[in-house]
């Protein structure tokens, strides 16, 4: 490989873990221009975002663009990641209204590209994947040339049939099928507990392999994972059939989550972002503010 003008990120696995003061260059964007309008069109639809549930830096900017990541099944998660602000419980019983609200709720907004999350719901016997594929169909019937993306949980146990049920909702239409693989193997048992890191890559390799789907997954980085993790990961998610990556810096929504071990550089994220492009990927967004579905309606 050619001498790169990017340097390597080094990670100290001993440090202590808290990154001191957060840099420049992480801030969190400011709202303004039709924010009113797009917390209105979600609060009155009675509907939940990964923007607030997560507490997500880039609502300000997102929202004032008219622009929002729909979180389906609720607001309560059946899993306790260290990372994540996404409460965790018992789930309340899905709401069977909910796929009709989210497409009033796009329609309301005026977007012709729209991207769905959900909570993880091992409760269910077909982890959610029905709430999937019934907001697909609403969205479709409104407009069908709209631009369709999804973050879905790893549907444990069930993931032939998740991928089918959601794939047929779209009736041959494009999708972005994602799913975060979240960190590196080695930090899975602090990060994501009740997930595995082969599991993710099956989930992934399956959405892949469907015409018309393209799949995305997305990193954190500063929890403690070195370079050459990084990029072993890249390698898994291109041959699991991958075109689209997302990698961002992890932020630490309160002092009961996992602390930020290194706030990464900027031109590392460049660097990454170039040897993401070296190994194939189509679609690649890295910095320090970037999130899994941040500019998703880009095309490269």
Request: charged share 25%; proline share 6%; net charge positive.
């Amino acid at each position: 490989m050619a001498h790169s003008p990017f340097p390597i990120p080094v990670f100290d696995h001993s440090a202590e873990p808290n990154a001191g003061r957060m840099p420049p260059w992480v801030r969190q964007s400011l709202a303004g221009g039709n924010y009113a309008g797009t917390a209105a069109a979600v609060h009155s639809g009675r509907l939940h975002t990964v923007c607030e549930e997560a507490r997500c830096p880039n609502r300000g900017e997102c929202w004032s663009k008219g622009t929002a990541t729909f979180m389906l099944l609720g607001d309560t998660c059946t899993r306790a990641c260290g990372f994540c602000n996404v409460k965790t419980g018992r789930p309340p019983a899905v709401d069977p209204d909910e796929p009709r609200r989210v497409a009033e709720a796009v329609a309301a907004l005026g977007l012709d590209y729209v991207v769905l999350t959900s909570v993880n719901r091992d409760d269910l016997p077909d982890g959610g994947a029905g709430a999937f594929a019934e907001t697909l169909r609403e969205l479709r019937a409104c407009q069908p040339a709209m631009g369709l993306e999804i973050l879905t949980p790893d549907f444990r146990g069930v993931q032939e049939a998740a991928v089918e049920r959601i794939v047929a909702a779209v009736d041959g239409a494009a999708l972005v099928f994602g799913h975060n693989v979240e960190t590196v193997p080695s930090l899975y048992r602090s990060v994501r507990k009740g997930a595995k890191y082969a599991r993710s890559l099956r989930l992934l390799e399956l959405a892949a392999a469907r015409p018309g789907v393209e799949a995305k997954s997305a990193l954190m980085l500063g929890l403690g994972e070195a370079f050459k993790e990084v990029i072993a990961v890249m390698r898994d998610l291109r041959n699991a059939g991958v075109t689209r990556l997302a990698i961002g810096q992890y932020l630490r929504p309160s002092r009961y989550h996992l602390a930020v071990r290194e706030y990464v550089h900027p031109d590392a994220f460049a660097r990454y972002e170039a040897e993401a492009r070296a190994l194939g990927f189509a679609w690649i967004k890295a910095g320090p503010m970037v999130r899994s579905s941040y500019h998703a309606e880009e095309k490269n």
